[in-house]
């Protein structure tokens, strides 16, 4: 199409059609896509076949261009000035490649250039401005393939130099095209010929020099200068400075990029030349330039920027570092917020900063990079402010030699006050900054033990008596309260963060353990030198007894062979060292008889036993005491804790038995104030006491006994109700001890301790937001003791008024008071109380982490199955809950996790009845479900039991069975038992029984995954349907369950006789439903879309079924079709779709309009051979004989059909004649115009309308749905249609 419309402009005849055009074609439209691959492969397939096609052709003798050739030139410098996406970068690469390697004649280029993408003043502004760029991609072009450099190129480098200053001047976004040309050039040519071809072109523009100089001009002297300074020296040295950038310059650099416009980007390459030219001295460039320039506005801030980034790449030294990052830029990176552009100049600064500390090679100026981040406002204020991770990025690329000095100068700020050339708030961040670094453990290496051990022994140590003997004790160093925090939190945190979720592997555990036991032996050596060093902390005489004991325990389990080592003993391991630390870190949370009881249960658990041998005495196994242990230390406020229970726990989780589980639920269905769950808040004491009395905190912590007992016998009195079960219906045995839990929040005793820290001061603060609180408390209980003393009050008022209360008044105003007084006193606890339930919440969330390590080990198939019911009484307890979202998805992903299992140990050795039973309570607790996704669940979990009672069952896909030589119970068949028990309960569901409401969702979910399995439902189903006094929705229900069962595959598995049977009783049923609809009075469009859903179905099973639907069936159903909703409609296509002939409406179509012999209209062949008579089929086959030109007319008959269709069917035995008649004419005007089809083609190429297709749009027009417009009939339908809507 394009070589044709070439032709015609040249005169010249047609273009030659052969397969290299077309192939020539085809790779254009691949020029222009957006992948770069692509573009690439096709300009050099283009560059193959037009070198054949040169070299083959008769014009290559007499060194002309073949024609395909001077084609190809002609397209892509013409489509060069295209707005179409990708197209310059495609069509500009294929025209460097072809002048690359190509003879191409440079004028002849320069000529098409001109001819084509000529501009002047009368064109419009677009097209101007294409054309302008079209020019600049073409000139770009002859630069990179260096064709203005030799050859015949070399006479034109002039005449492009000037068509390139004047595009500059033209508009401001060719300025960065135009340059990065002008350089381009400038840094290909030779001296001489930059001295003879070049020069003279660019000679009245530098002769300019300085003043009024652009960005432009400045570009081109520092270009020309850098490639060809012999040949600027003497222009420098009369219109310049020489050197260009000195200082003398400076000022007029600055001026220069102070005027320049950002949007041009010309900047940047000035940037990069300065840089360039100030390799050996860039701190006065930037000093001379940069700095003047960061003061300015946002846009010079940005040049500025730009500079220091081009600054730092060629920086060699780090006095020069030191000089380009000093405070104030510093403060710019940090603390200016900038525009958007700003931000990005910055960033890519840091980015620049971390790039050379990778990069270069030289230890100093790594260091003087980092010191220079550290310094104040730098440190961990930049990774802050800027939202990026460039501190954090520039340690870990130091080397390895810079790594050791940096963690050199880290423990000599941590040994030391003060560091030179940091001032102690630095020194600060920089402690804060590595201790936060040490919390990611594949960072420090082999300093992270280091590290740890000097967090430790400063921050719960104090050095007596300076010595080199101990590790980081040769200093006697003091640390503010702030300071000293901060060790203890990054010593927990470290030791806690440095844990791997994979701790059954040995490899992450040993390496582990090796880390907490090195720290466990240098404490061991500053507890054995109390001349040098002595805790913060005094210890009573207790705590080093119990220290003393935990050293014996951990020597005897390290010194064991390791081949000989158990998985328990590194539990156990783990826990006595986490013991023994805290017993020097914070005893005061550590509760001495836990450790009491581990060392206990660590003598049981390698206790030899004889097979037969069993707990007589009532004492507990000891995993039930270690569990116990396990859940008081998940109620701790700090992570170490928690992390050691969780690590022991999962190593001790083969020991686990059903009442290990049993005091775990009985954990998560605790409340407040129950025996097995005791709250320790200390902050909740004596409310009535002073807070200035502290010292007395203990001792008035019994005033509130009372309260206390009557929380819990208020408690109890809830609880009688309620009993205390396992899943398997047996009682609950309360825990031995009460599970103490410190709910005390962290941050409040940090807050309380800074307070106590400014009291001893004396310059505690007052916050204004307490005050106002307080205030604001202290106003509304004045109002209720004011309202209460009632005239008293207003006497008080008056000093000379005496009251006249009597005693009866008196006696009223003392209960007025007793009640604003304990109203007062109400709230403080209902603070208070609900502190503590967020606390208790957040308990039961880490409780379920110790679930979620139960279920995802191999553990015994009756643990599994007494987690089922619990784990969804939690999902549904948490469900849409405040503050417990984070319960409820943890809750769910350990059912989750429960349910996908695949192998169960012990699977066929469960009691049948008491998973009968469990099963049983499933079902009865899905009554009171309503959310669908806890429905959804709680069909899995009966799915889940049904497995393990129907071992047998294949559709079940059940677990892999044991593969022990143990004997094995034979499992009676229960499978009679469930498919009655299923029976029972939906039947009672669909007839409306009040204690079976089950949410619809519930079966269904189980049909949905096994519809063989419950295949056996059909007959309730087909019994609830057939049964009069069944509700319309409950029938509707039913229908949905029987769609739901019918499914291909496993119905074509049934007997050909139970399959019959089926279809005998459905279809009668389904026949009645619909012939007793009534469009006015009887008429449910969700349950004859449940009915259509099932008939869908059976035909795609049986297509037999397809002669078994009656006329009337049909007839009724086309009354119906106006009454259709949108969900009823799609229904009724489906299963017209495979009523007809199988196949969607689309092949239909494609079917009617590739017959040619239209005459004969189709048979229905369901329908006994009468022909159709619905129209929406014969104007189907008008449009779709129409042209591809009438768009319109399909979009009107598309409109039309969906709102008229259904009126239409009503009246269509009527208007069949008419039909056949306007159907001849139709075809008739259709012949005629298919004539002309080719010629319509022609014109519709060149963007113009032939007049056939005019025509063809009327015809369209008029024809929809095979009625005329001027029918009288149509008109009535389309009013009352219109009436209809406008009722709706």
Same mark, same amino acid.
């Given at each position: /199409?394009?070589? =044709? ?33 692509? +573009? ?32 190809? $030139? ?5 489509? $060069? ?78 005449? &492009? ?63 020309? @200068? ?5 040949? /600027? ?23 220069? $990029? ?36 960061? =003061? ?15 600054? *730092? ?43 050379? %500390? +990778? ?104 050095? %007596? ?18 300071? $000293? ?41 500053? /507890?054995? !030198? ?39 003993? #590194? ?115 004596? #409310? ?18 009372d309260d206390d007992d009557s929380d819990e016998e208020s408690s109890e009195e809830t609880d009688e109700d309620e009993e205390d079960t396992k899943p398997n219906g047996k009682k609950v045995e309360k825990p031995s001890k009460k599970l103490k839990i410190d709910v005390k929040d962290s941050k409040e005793k940090s807050l309380k301790s800074e307070n106590a820290v400014k009291k001893k001061s004396g310059k505690r603060e007052d916050d204004d937001d307490e005050m106002e609180e307080a205030e604001d408390f202290n106003e509304g209980f004045r109002q209720t003791v004011k309202a209460a003393l009632g005239v008293a009050a207003a006497d008080s008022d008056d000093e000379e008024?005496?009251?006249?209360? !009597? ?5 009223? /105003? ?31 969330? +880490? ?21 089922? *019911? ?16 984070? *319960?409820? &998805? ?9 349910? !996908? ?20 309570e499933i079902v009865q607790f899905s009554t009171k479900a309503t959310d669908l996704v806890l429905v959804k669940e709680i069909s899995n979990a009966c799915l889940y039991i049904m497995k393990l009672l129907l071992l047998d069952d294949e559709t079940l896909n059940p677990t892999k069975r044991d593969d022990t030589k143990s004997k094995k119970k034979k499992s009676e068949n229960y499978r009679e038992k469930v498919v009655d028990f299923l029976k029972e309960n939906l039947s009672f569901f669909l007839y409306n029984k009040k204690d079976y409401r089950f949410h619809p969702g519930f079966f269904n979910n189980m049909l949905e995954k096994f519809p063989k399995l419950f295949w ?6 087909? #019994? ?5 006094? %069944? ?73 037999? %079924?397809?002669?078994?639907? @009656? #006329? ?60 159709? &008579? ?71 190429? !060149? ?34 249609? +219109? ?6």
């Amino acid at each position: /199409m394009a070589v =044709e419309h070439m032709a015609a402009e040249n005169n010249k005849p047609t273009a030659i059609k052969t397969k290299t055009d077309e192939y020539v074609l085809k790779l254009f439209w691949t020029l222009s896509e957006g992948q770069d691959n692509a +573009r690439i492969k096709a300009s050099n397939e283009l560059v193959k076949h037009l070198t054949k096609k040169q070299e083959n052709s008769e014009e290559s003798k007499t060194d002309e261009l073949c024609p395909t050739l001077v084609y190809t $030139l002609e397209r892509l410098i013409k489509g $060069l000035s295209s707005g179409r996406k990708w197209s310059r970068l495609g069509f500009s690469l294929a025209l460097t490649q072809i002048l690359r390697n190509l003879d191409v004649p440079v004028k002849q280029v320069l000529d098409l250039t001109e001819k084509h993408l000529h501009f002047s003043s009368h064109d419009q502004k677009q097209e101007c401005g294409g054309l302008m760029l079209g020019q600049a991609f073409v000139y770009l072009s002859l630069i990179q393939s260096h064709r203005l450099i030799k050859g015949d190129g070399k006479e034109y480098g002039g005449e &492009v130099i000037k068509t390139l200053f004047k595009l500059c001047k033209e508009k401001m976004y060719l300025q960065s095209i135009c340059s990065q040309g002008l350089t381009l050039l400038i840094q290909q040519a030779s001296s001489k010929i930059f001295k003879k071809r070049l020069l003279p072109c660019l000679q009245d523009e530098l002769d300019k020099g300085w003043k009024g100089c652009t960005i432009n001009r400045l570009l081109i002297a520092l270009v020309s @200068t850098i490639h060809h300074e012999d040949c /600027m020296e003497e222009i420098l040295e009369e219109h310049w400075t020489n050197p260009i950038v000195s200082k003398k310059s400076f000022t007029f650099i600055v001026e220069v $990029l102070r005027n320049c416009s950002v949007e041009s980007k010309v900047y940047v390459q000035v940037c990069e030349l300065l840089a360039k030219l100030s390799e050996t001295s860039v701190d006065r460039t930037w000093h001379g330039v940069g700095a003047r320039i960061l =003061e300015g506005n946002q846009q010079q801030k940005q040049i500025a920027g730009c500079l220091l980034n081009k600054l *730092l790449i060629v920086t060699s030294s780090p006095e020069q570092i030191e000089e380009l990052l000093n405070r104030k830029v510093r403060e710019f990176l940090i603390l200016f917020p900038g525009s958007i552009h700003v931000k990005q100049t910055k960033d890519e600064i840091l980015k620049a900063i971390v790039d050379k %500390i +990778r990069t270069c090679q030289d230890v100093d100026i790594e260091m003087a990079l980092v010191r220079s981040l550290l310094r104040d406002p730098g440190g961990p204020a930049i990774d802050r402010s800027t939202k990026s991770q460039t501190l954090s990025q520039a340690i870990k690329s130091l080397s390895e030699e810079g790594f050791d000095q940096y963690f050199k100068m880290v423990q000599q700020i941590f040994m030391e006050e003060t560091v030179e050339g940091f001032t102690p708030t630095e020194c600060l961040r920089i402690k804060k900054k590595a201790v936060f670094l040490l919390r990611q453990k594949t960072l420090m290496g082999e300093h992270q033990t280091a590290l740890i051990k000097q967090l430790f022994v400063q921050g719960y140590f104090n050095v %007596i008596t300076p010595s080199t003997k101990i590790l980081y004790c040769k200093n006697k160093v003091s640390y503010d309260e702030e300071e $000293l925090k901060m060790m203890q939190n990054g010593y927990l945190n470290c030791v806690a963060n440095f844990h791997s979720g994979s701790m059954v592997q040995s490899t992450h555990r040993k390496k582990y353990l090796q880390l907490l036991i090195e720290v466990f032996n240098y404490a061991q050596e500053l /507890m054995s !030198n109390t001349k040098i060093v002595t805790t913060k902390k005094k210890l009573s005489q207790k705590e080093r007894d119990a220290w003393n004991k935990v050293v014996v325990v951990v020597k005897e389990i390290t010194d064991k062979v390791e081949d000989k080592k158990k998985v328990e003993d #590194d539990a156990f391991l783990f826990l006595f060292i986490h013991f023994a630390l805290q017993i020097l870190t914070d005893s005061t949370k550590l509760d001495l008889s836990l450790l009491e009881d581990v060392q206990s249960c660590y003598k049981k658990a390698f206790l030899k036993k004889k097979p037969g041998d069993k707990n007589t005495s009532d004492e507990p196994e000891w995993i039930e005491v270690m569990t116990e242990v396990l859940l008081n230390m998940m109620s701790h406020s700090y992570q170490l804790a928690r992390v050691m229970s969780s690590t022991a726990f999962k190593l001790l989780v083969d020991h686990v038995t059903p009442e290990t589980v049993e005091q775990i639920i009985t954990v998560m269905f605790s409340k407040m104030g129950d025996d097995a769950v005791n709250f320790i808040d200390d902050e909740d004491k004596n #409310d009535d006491d002073d807070d200035d009395e502290e010292g007395e905190e203990d001792e008035s912590g019994d005033d509130d006994d009372d309260d206390d007992d009557s929380d819990e016998e208020s408690s109890e009195e809830t609880d009688e109700d309620e009993e205390d079960t396992k899943p398997n219906g047996k009682k609950v045995e309360k825990p031995s001890k009460k599970l103490k839990i410190d709910v005390k929040d962290s941050k409040e005793k940090s807050l309380k301790s800074e307070n106590a820290v400014k009291k001893k001061s004396g310059k505690r603060e007052d916050d204004d937001d307490e005050m106002e609180e307080a205030e604001d408390f202290n106003e509304g209980f004045r109002q209720t003791v004011k309202a209460a003393l009632g005239v008293a009050a207003a006497d008080s008022d008056d000093e000379e008024s005496d009251s006249d209360l !009597n005693d009866s008044d008196m006696e009223k /105003m003392d209960d007025k008071l007793a009640e604003a007084f304990r109203s007062m006193r109400k709230t403080s606890r209902k603070k208070v109380g609900v502190e503590a339930e967020k606390q208790f919440i957040a308990f039961k969330t +880490r409780v379920v982490d110790l679930i979620q390590i139960l279920v995802k080990s191999d553990i015994q198939a009756q643990i599994a199955v007494s987690l089922v *019911l619990p784990l969804l009484r939690i999902m549904d307890k948490s469900n849409l809950k405040d503050g417990q979202r984070e *319960l409820h &998805v943890k809750t769910k992903k350990s059912f989750d996790i429960l349910y !996908n299992q695949k192998h169960m140990k012990g699977a066929s050795e469960v009691d049948k009845d008491w998973l009968f039973k469990t099963l049983q309570e499933i079902v009865q607790f899905s009554t009171k479900a309503t959310d669908l996704v806890l429905v959804k669940e709680i069909s899995n979990a009966c799915l889940y039991i049904m497995k393990l009672l129907l071992l047998d069952d294949e559709t079940l896909n059940p677990t892999k069975r044991d593969d022990t030589k143990s004997k094995k119970k034979k499992s009676e068949n229960y499978r009679e038992k469930v498919v009655d028990f299923l029976k029972e309960n939906l039947s009672f569901f669909l007839y409306n029984k009040k204690d079976y409401r089950f949410h619809p969702g519930f079966f269904n979910n189980m049909l949905e995954k096994f519809p063989k399995l419950f295949w056996f439902l059909n007959v309730t189903l087909l #019994d609830v349907l057939q049964n009069e006094r %069944i509700k319309v929705y409950n029938k509707t229900l039913a229908c949905g369950y029987m769609s739901t069962l019918l499914v291909k595959k496993p119905c074509l598995e049934l007997k050909s006789e139970e399959w019959k049977k089926f279809e005998d009783a459905i279809l009668p049923v389904l026949k009645k439903f619909i012939l007793s609809f009534d469009v006015k009075d009887n008429y449910k469009p969700k349950f004859l879309q449940e009915i259509f859903n099932i008939l869908f179905k059976m035909i795609q099973i049986s297509p037999q %079924i397809k002669t078994k639907i @009656t #006329d009337d069936m049909r007839e009724k159903i086309s009354s119906l079709k106006p009454k259709f909703c949108k969900n009823t409609r799609q229904a009724f296509h489906r299963y017209k779709g495979v009523l007809d002939e199988g196949v969607g409406k689309r092949s239909r179509r494609q079917e009617r309009h590739n017959s040619q012999d239209r005459k004969p209209k189709p048979v229905d062949k369901i329908n006994g051979g009468t022909p159709h &008579v619905n129209g929406d089929h014969e104007a189907e086959e008008i449009v779709m004989a129409t042209p591809k030109s009438s768009k319109k007319s399909k979009k009107k008959h598309k409109e039309r059909n969906d709102s008229e269709s259904d009126k239409q069917n009503e009246n269509e035995d009527d208007e069949v004649s008419k039909m056949d008649v306007e159907e001849e004419k139709n075809k008739t005007e259709i012949k005629k115009l298919s004539k002309k089809k080719r010629k319509s083609d022609e014109f519709a190429m !060149n963007g113009e309308l032939s007049p056939s297709s005019e025509k063809k749009t009327k015809l369209s027009k008029s024809f929809n749905f095979g009625v005329q417009d001027g029918d009288s009939t149509t008109k009535k339908l389309n009013k009352k249609e +219109r009436k209809r809507k406008i009722s709706l």
